[in-house]
């Protein structure tokens, strides 16, 4: 059960009709023939037998619903109506389900419990698709040489001339004639070149032309389940002389380094007649050839033919599996002097009784033409032509068909009756007469097998020993050589090589290569183990990576693993690394050693390649993948033509994702009313924010973008500023819930920031207020909404540097403004909650978010298609006529730098809307997307004023002096304002204008009151303070500041700066924000 190549193999060798009894046997209204005639249940019927099962092919037809196949098809077509052919991608869940039922009967774990990982499933699942392509072909190529067959009076005429096979068997069997006039043209008309040269049949030349491989043969199908899985041909009289028809027999190419263009699924695997091993019988009997086989079918008996004598083990694991189920198992090879075939046919023999069948070898007697061509043959003088020896050979043999021409059922029952146990046959195979040294030779072999028998069985073949060879041989000799033989054994035993770890495990691979290396090196050899250990992972669907940092990732059983061997930051790779090899590479010599090798073998193998987290964008194409992150291991390829489902780390576009500890499983459904999931988004996520309708609208459409942020520069922030209890830290767990299936507030460090910037679609930083603004925040945000790439010091070297990219979307929640943050007001969207604006009457909290994670499906699969609406706009062209509606209609509003992204809200506004509709907006901006930014004018500026740190300190210095010249007045003691002019050196002109000051002076004076209160200075020098003054000039104004610039007596610049009342009484309820400012 370790090779999930059979997997398909193992659940479909269940016999047909008895799943037919079980599932619909009230529906089976006759049975003739080996053939069940079924009421189909998926139409009405007049007669009531349509659906025919065929329990002698193993196969369905239903001529109502025009659909057949093998029993796994049955199954899915009874359960659900559907049958799957040549799908691609991963299977539908019907299949799977008709797949478990199989898996089930066979008492074989569903295929998901068989350890595997999401990729390798899809593997074996492909694996089943395209051998129903490539046995389609090879059935329309068998049925044309059938054909072909039945147009040559003369060809029919020597077939049965040689091997009295009858028309009706010929029929059956579509046994054909390989005349290739005509072929791939018929072909041709269903399939392409690529896909025909899959099924081995043909070679290709210079110019990549086709060219079968079989000429002028008799071609034999292979028929398992209705389906044709491989061909044979044998020479003809038409055949042609020479070298490359010098084969008796030819096989279909088999894929390797010369065809690969050859499918997987052409193999040597398949035994002829394999179909017959799920009918019910005491026996079968195992023979040589195909034309053998057909005659043992045709006279009745259960039989089926390997058509080889060499088998490897899992060739001899299926024949068990085939035949375990038989009381006796019968052995009948050629009898020909070479006994060409008998050393495989006794190895089969030994191999089936030493795990518990019972298995009997039988020879053929000769006839007369036998015993005559063999006396000849001995006669023949040594001038002999070769011909005449050649066919004098031919003569001497005798197989299954040739026993039939003159032969019946009964006297073949009659050979079968004088069979022998292996054991006992390979006794009776040495001529008694042999010389002892010949003699002992040959029975050494058979000594070694009856040392391992029970004392009971070992004195019957003491005795059969004894009688074969007579007194030249005592019973003494023969025991003491087989006690002689027990000990030789044992004493290997000692020696032999042991593992308790399962067959195909990792575990048991490192086991069997320490002890081969160290049997022929003295000790093991951890280069040879450590690339076995990377053949074994690579073979269980590992792919090996590095990025262009050179660092190490192993993608395996569904996940990217790093392939850092640090167990305080790489626990995963280490864990999993353990689990299959069991060697703890940081804790012992060993290991370390191992590790060494292995990485630098994964090295040198990998490809480079560069894994992502959640999101890779095409911009060339428009597209952007968007990884699932569930069990499938899926992801989720939108282009502007449609959506598709790849699969992680196994793609034609060579992406591979790194799996996301944080994002909940998405499934992607390819049904999804766009419509509905809108009336799910506004029930659960629209009517639930705190906020105006028109700012709801901002809120959605920010978030439904998240998959299209690398088609901006700007990626905006997304504020939420409101009173306690407002409902602004609610809003921020319903988008969250939406995209990670789970609540996700935040309060990380700058590093984790960063981290988790690169990893997940969103960051939701809840509670920030300035006293929280660092500068290092501040940059990180500056970082997320421009896409700015940070580079640092590699941790642990001098030289060596990391780049840190922000790749996700930004939302925080706060009461207060991010005063002192003008650099990041006009990159900011800002909605502001109250909860007045709340339209529904009562919240549930949890039961909310619990319904976002349950329509979370069909929420994101409505934003995917609407991605790939927005996506085809971009393509056409939509995203710079949108750039010039915001730019004609909307001009220098305050959130221009944000322009690329809106535009691209805006477009996810109009995909929702209709053709008429889209159109008009197209060339219009839309009155809710004016009200949105008129919105965010208003609130910007009110924003950019407070957070202005000019018009804060210019109005808090005028204020003090106020307060000196009221404490003058009206104090017990008088100099404050005195003293005020010696701390600030700044000139006035009554009680609130500032003249002729120069940048110097107000950077002094704006100093000398951050000290004196506590708070941290505003402007690192006074050329800063003077571009500033220059860049916010507007903003200043609109405080209520007027600013008259000029020169004083030197030439330098100064200007005169006369405060409004207002904005002084104003600052009365800001001035206690100045504990923001502090260190």
Same mark, same amino acid.
């Given at each position: ?370 015993? $005559? ?175 262009? $940092? ?143 309708? $028109? ?382 400012? $502090?260190?």
């Amino acid at each position: 059960m370790n090779n999930p190549k059979e997997y398909y193999s193992l659940i479909t060798n269940i016999d047909i009709g008895d799943v037919a009894r079980e599932l619909i046997g009230e529906r089976i209204t006759d049975e003739s023939g080996g053939v069940l005639y079924v009421d189909c249940p998926r139409h009405a019927s007049i007669h009531h037998r349509s659906l025919n099962i065929d329990t002698k092919k193993q196969n369905w037809y239903c001529f109502g619903c025009t659909v057949g196949g093998d029993v796994l098809q049955l199954v899915e077509f009874i359960q659900s109506g559907v049958v799957t052919k040549n799908a691609s991608g991963r299977m539908p869940d019907t299949h799977r389900a008709a797949r478990d039922y199989l898996a089930r009967k066979a008492n074989i774990p569903p295929l998901s419990q068989w350890n595997l990982s999401p990729e390798q499933i899809v593997e074996t699942e492909a694996r089943r698709s395209e051998e129903e392509l490539v046995f389609g072909i090879l059935k329309d190529i068998a049925e044309f040489y059938h054909k072909k067959f039945l147009d040559r009076a003369d060809v029919q005429d020597a077939f049965r001339k040689q091997y009295e096979i009858s028309d009706e068997t010929i029929k059956t069997l579509q046994i054909g004639f390989s005349d290739n006039d005509g072929l791939q043209k018929f072909l041709k008309e269903k399939y392409q070149p690529s896909e025909i040269a899959k099924t081995g049949c043909f070679n290709f030349d210079y110019q990549e032309n086709l060219l079968p491989v079989f000429k002028q043969r008799y071609v034999f199908p292979y028929w398992k389940q209705g389906r044709v899985v491989y061909l044979i041909a044998r020479q003809s009289p038409w055949t042609e002389k020479g070298e490359y028809e010098r084969a008796k027999y030819k096989k279909l190419q088999l894929p390797n380094d010369q065809h690969k263009y050859v499918s997987t699924c052409v193999n040597n695997r398949y035994f002829y007649n394999e179909d017959a091993l799920i009918a019910k019988s005491e026996f079968v009997v195992i023979t040589e050839g195909v034309t053998d086989c057909i005659s043992l079918m045709e006279h009745g008996f259960t039989a089926f033919s390997p058509v080889t004598n060499k088998f490897s083990d899992s060739d001899l694991e299926k024949l068990f599996n085939l035949t375990r189920r038989y009381d006796r198992i019968y052995i009948c090879q050629d009898n020909e002097p070479s006994e060409a075939g008998f050393k495989g046919a006794m190895k089969t023999a030994h191999y089936l009784e030493s795990r518990g069948l019972k298995v009997l070898v039988s020879s053929l007697p000769m006839g007369k033409k036998q015993t $005559e061509a063999r006396t000849k043959l001995d006669e023949l003088p040594p001038d002999t032509p070769k011909e005449v020896a050649d066919q004098l050979r031919l003569d001497t043999k005798i197989d299954v068909n040739e026993y039939f021409l003159d032969h019946s059922a009964d006297d073949f029952l009659a050979v079968l009756a004088t069979a022998k146990t292996p054991i006992h046959y390979a006794i009776a195979s040495i001529p008694p007469d042999m010389p002892d040294d010949e003699r002992n030779n040959m029975l050494y072999p058979v000594m070694r097998r009856l040392a391992a028998l029970k004392p009971i069985d070992l004195d019957r073949y003491v005795d059969i020993i004894q009688t074969h060879f007579g007194k030249r041989l005592s019973k003494k000799t023969i025991q003491d050589t087989i006690a002689a033989v027990r000990r030789e054994e044992k004493s290997k035993e000692r020696k032999k090589f042991h593992s308790d770890a399962p067959e195909g495990s990792c575990r048991r691979l490192i086991d069997q290569m320490l002890f081969d290396t160290t049997e022929e090196e003295g000790k093991p050899n951890w280069n040879t183990i450590s690339e076995g250990v990377y053949r074994w992972f690579k073979n269980n669907g590992a792919i090996f990576f590095h990025d262009t $940092e050179q660092n190490r990732y192993v993608y395996f059983e569904g996940r990217v693993f790093s392939m850092k061997p640090d167990k305080n930051t790489n626990p995963a790779y280490l864990s999993m690394l353990y689990k299959h090899t069991q060697i703890p590479i940081t804790t012992s010599p060993t290991g370390r050693v191992f590790h060494e090798c292995f990485d630098s073998i994964a090295y040198n193998d990998g490809d480079m390649k560069e894994p992502h987290y959640w999101l890779y964008t095409d911009r060339a194409c428009h597209t952007v993948f968007f990884n699932l992150n569930n069990a499938e291991n899926e992801i989720v390829k939108i282009t502007p033509d449609g959506i598709s489902i790849i699969h992680n780390g196994i793609n034609d576009d060579n992406l591979v994702f790194h799996h996301s500890p944080t994002m909940r499983p998405v499934e992607y459904l390819p049904d999804v009313n766009i419509d509905a999931a809108e009336q799910l988004f506004k029930l659960l996520i629209f009517d639930n924010l705190a906020c105006p309708p $028109e700012e709801r609208v901002l809120i959605t459409t920010w978030i439904s973008c998240f998959l299209l942020l690398d088609f901006a520069g700007t990626r905006p922030l997304l504020r939420f500023e409101g009173a306690t209890h407002s409902g602004k830290s609610t809003a921020s767990k319903l988008i969250s819930a939406l995209i990670f299936g789970a609540e996700n507030l935040e309060n990380p460090t700058i590093a984790a920031n960063y981290t988790e910037g690169a990893k997940q679609p969103l960051i939701v930083i809840d509670n920030i207020e300035l006293k929280n603004a660092t500068d290092e925040f501040v940059q990180f945000l500056l970082t997320a909404v421009t896409g700015i790439v940070r580079t640092k010091r590699r941790q642990g070297t001098d030289t060596d540097t990391v780049r840190e990219s922000v790749r996700c979307l930004i939302n925080t929640s706060g009461i207060e403004p991010l005063a002192g943050l003008s650099e990041l007001t006009t990159r900011t969207l800002l909605v502001d909650f109250d909860i007045a604006c709340s339209t529904v009457r009562y919240f549930l909290d949890s039961e909310t978010l619990q319904r976002i994670m349950d329509a979370r499906n069909i929420m994101l699969s409505a934003i995917f298609k609407k991605t790939q609406m927005i996506l085809r706009l971009l393509r056409d062209g939509g995203h710079p006529v949108i750039m010039k509606l915001f730019a004609d209609e909307l001009g220098q509003h305050p959130k221009r730098r944000c322009n690329d992204f809106l535009s691209l809200m805006y477009l996810m506004l109009l995909v929702g809307m209709n053709e008429a509709d889209m159109k008009k907006y197209m060339g219009t901006v839309h009155p809710v997307f004016k009200t949105i930014l008129g919105g965010q004018q208003r609130l910007s500026e009110a924003q950019e004023i407070e957070a202005n740190p000019f018009v804060l300190f210019v109005s808090l210095i005028v204020k003090e002096r106020l307060l000196a010249i009221a404490a003058d007045d009206n104090g017990p003691s008088t100099g404050y304002l005195e003293r005020f002019k010696q701390s600030y050196g700044l000139s006035f002109s009554g009680d609130y204008t500032i003249v002729d000051a120069q940048a110097r002076d107000l950077f002094s004076a704006f100093n000398t009151y951050a000290r004196s209160k506590g708070m941290k200075p505003p402007y690192m020098s006074a050329a800063q303070l003077s571009k500033r003054l220059r860049n916010d000039l507007g903003t200043i104004e609109k405080a209520g500041i007027e600013v008259k610039q000029g020169k004083n007596r030197k030439s330098f610049l100064t200007v005169t700066l006369s405060v409004s009342p207002s904005l002084i009484s104003a600052i009365d309820s800001r001035v206690q924000t100045n504990v923001d400012f $502090e260190e």
